[in-house]
Nanobody, 125 residues
Framework: QVQLVESGGGLVQAGGSLRLSCAASGRTFIIYTMGWFRQAPGKEREFVAALRWRGTSTYYADSVKGRFTISRDNAENTLYLKMNSLKPEDTAVYYC??????????????????WGQGTQVTVSS
């Protein structure tokens, strides 16, 4: 089992920045991929970014490419999402997730085995 706890959400004005953190604990050695997803009210949960836990590959949704950066600290078992140039449409609950198996479909929520409880990000215009 892997436990994930997000932090760092909050209220920010459009154009501002936030950094989200996701602390992983438990059997972290089984993690293959970690990702960030978000869910706005009335919408489905959508992919934001992902990375291979012990590799160099990173992946981004088109809507955040160039503005968001996903990174990790393996020693601290922590995943990060630095969000710059935030827009009101980025408002959502942000979740981190972990997949213990390799999958080329890193953007599919169904592929992830473990989820955090989410952290709210609100961007005001």
């Amino acid at each position: 089992q892997v436990q994930l706890v997000e932090s760092g959400g909050g209220l920010v004005q459009a154009g501002g920045s936030l950094r989200l953190s996701c602390a992983a604990s438990g059997r972290t050695f089984i993690i293959y991929t970690m990702g960030w997803f978000r869910q706005a009210p009335g919408k489905e949960r959508e992919f934001v970014a992902a990375l291979r836990w012990r590799g160099t590959s990173t992946y981004y949704a088109d809507s955040v490419k160039g503005r968001f950066t996903i990174s990790r600290d393996n020693a601290e078992n922590t995943l990060y999402l630095k969000m710059n140039s935030l827009k009101p449409e980025d408002t959502a609950v942000y979740y981190c997730a972990a997949d213990e198996n390799y999958s080329p479909n890193f953007a599919a929520t169904i592929k992830y085995d473990y989820w955090g409880q989410g952290t709210q990000v609100t961007v005001s215009s």
